[in-house]
Nanobody, 125 residues
Framework: VQLQASGGGLVQAGGSLRLSCAAS????????MAWFRQAPGKEREFVGA????????YYADSVKGRFTISRDNAKNTVYLQMNSLKAEDTAVYFC???????????????????WGQGTQVTVSS
């Protein structure tokens, strides 16, 4: 599976961005897919995930209520809609996928087998 993340950019605090992660090589509708982010000097952190067949979504407390993860199975693409952006949301955002996920590992980067290349999100205050 190849994942291609896009949609990052520079936005003012309070603004919105939508990230996309297009998958190729395999249908991802039955995978868990997630977004992680990594700021300079910090570890990669979980942002949000969507379960197989879009049944459930999971979010980090820091983005709950502001970010929404969704998947379009027809386009084999996952999205991260980010609203009310804050300066602390500035990071490189990565999408990830895994076909053998267990629920207890959804928030763990090491549990995902496939990763996109990352897209930079910069929020100016």
């Amino acid at each position: 599976v190849q994942l291609q993340a896009s949609g990052g950019g520079l936005v003012q605090a309070g603004g919105s961005l939508r990230l996309s992660c297009a998958a190729s090589g395999r249908t991802v509708s039955r995978s868990y897919m997630a977004w992680f982010r990594q700021a300079p000097g910090k570890e990669r952190e979980f942002v949000g995930a969507i379960s197989r067949n879009n049944v459930n979504t999971y979010y980090a407390d820091s983005v709950k209520g502001r970010f929404t993860i969704s998947r379009d199975n027809a386009k084999n693409t996952v999205y991260l809609q980010m609203n009310s952006l804050k300066a602390e949301d500035t990071a490189v955002y990565f999408c990830a996928a895994d076909f053998n996920m267990i629920l207890s590992s959804v928030r763990l980067a090491r549990a995902y087998d496939y990763w996109g290349q990352g897209t930079q999100v910069t929020v100016s205050s």
